[in-house]
């Protein structure tokens, strides 16, 4: 297994819409272990194939709190079937190291995708893990956090993430 550089914004690879999985080989399972891996040394709860710089449609997701039992998920071709109601969230974005924004997304969200054995799931989710599904799912399409900002908080978030670059090289 491996850790993966994980790309940070504004990296044009991570406007890249990714391209469907066609066959799962053994390179493409190996490809889910690394992503598994980099999101837990994260840490973060999610990431996507093309944060770590491969087009492809897959993301990795484990919302389980730190006192429960790990809870990997895996989906490849994913696709949101149904969106409902309101939520917001402070989220966070590996690529966006060091800063979190209030994003308002569907409370619950349905989405069929192919596991890790190939076979076809469909999966009816409320709360964090539908958060994670949409951010993910986001995150395929090339869209990303900051696409969901208002100019003000853009520019805000422009500044934070200076001041977190900054913070980070003089560790
Ligand atoms: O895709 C990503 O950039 C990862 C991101 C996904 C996400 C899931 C749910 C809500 C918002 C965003 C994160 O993992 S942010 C959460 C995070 O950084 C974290 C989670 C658990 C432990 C420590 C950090
Ligand atoms: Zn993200």
């Known amino acids: 297994m491996a850790l993966l550089p994980i790309l940070h914004y504004p990296d044009a690879r991570l406007r890249q819409a990714a391209k469907p999985v066609g066959k799962i080989t053994p390179e493409i399972l190996e490809l889910v272990e690394n992503m598994a891996e980099t999101m837990y040394d994260a840490p973060g709860c999610g990431l996507a194939a093309n944060q770590v710089g491969v087009a ?18 895996v989906f490849i071709n994913p696709e949101i079937l149904e969106l409902d109601g309101v939520q917001t969230w402070e989220e966070g974005c590996l690529s966006f190291p060091g800063v ?6 569907a409370e619950h969200v349905k989405v069929r995708a ?12 409320d709360g964090l893990l539908a958060v994670a599904i949409q951010h ?9 956090m900051i696409d969901k900002l208002s100019a003000l908080k853009k520019r805000m978030m422009g500044r934070k993430l200076a001041k977190a670059k900054q913070e980070d090289a003089r560790d």
């Open 136 to 144: 993910e799912t986001d995150h395929l399409n090339g869209v990303l």
């Open 114 to 125: 192919l596991d890790r054995a190939g076979v076809p799931f469909e999966l009816e989710a």
């Open 100 to 105: 979190t924004e209030e994003i308002k997304r």
């Open 56 to 73: 492809l449609r897959i993301f990795v997701i484990d919302t389980a709190a730190e006192d429960e039992p790990s809870d990997l998920r």
